[in-house]
C-alpha cells in the first residue's frame, strides 16, 4: 500500500509540475489584463424592466414587513405605561422606582421600533 501511494503522490507532482508551466503564460495574462483595468463598483446586474419591478416590489414587500415591527413597539409603550398607572394606583409609595423602571422600558420598546424603522429605509433605500 505505501509502495502505490508514493507512485500517485508522484505522479500527481508530475502533473501539477506539468500544468504549472503550461498554464501560466495564460495565468500571467488574465492577472495582468486583471490589474490593468480601474476597479469600478457596479451595481448593474439586472438585465431586463421586468427583473427590475420584480426587485423594486421585493424592496417595498420587505420595507412594508420591516415595518409591521413599529406596530409591535407602540403595544409595548402602551403596555409600559398602562402598567405604570396601575403601579401607581396600587402603591403610590413606590412612585419613582417604578417611573425609572418604565422609563427603561419604554426606551427599549422604542429603540426595537426604531430598529425596524431603520431596517425598512435600509431595504428601500440601501439597495
Not at 26 to 50: D, E
Not at 64 to 72: N, P, S
Request: hydrophobic share 50%; with cysteine; aromatic share 10%.
Amino acid at each position: 500500500p505505501k509502495k502505490k501511494l508514493v507512485v500517485c503522490t508522484v505522479k500527481r507532482n508530475i502533473i501539477m509540475y506539468i500544468c504549472s508551466r503550461a498554464f501560466a503564460p495564460i495565468a500571467r495574462t488574465v492577472v495582468a489584463r486583471a490589474a490593468s483595468r480601474p476597479a469600478v463598483a457596479s451595481c448593474a446586474l439586472h438585465t431586463t424592466s421586468v427583473r427590475q419591478d420584480i426587485d423594486q416590489a421585493a424592496k417595498y414587500i420587505g420595507a412594508g414587513a420591516a415595518t409591521v415591527g413599529v406596530a409591535g413597539s407602540g403595544a409595548g409603550i402602551g403596555t409600559v405605561f398602562g402598567n405604570l398607572v396601575i403601579g401607581y394606583a396600587r402603591n403610590p409609595g413606590c412612585k419613582q422606582q417604578l417611573f425609572t423602571y418604565a422609563i427603561l422600558g419604554f426606551a427599549l420598546s422604542e429603540a426595537m421600533g426604531l430598529f425596524c424603522l431603520m431596517m425598512a429605509f435600509l431595504m428601500l433605500f440601501a439597495f
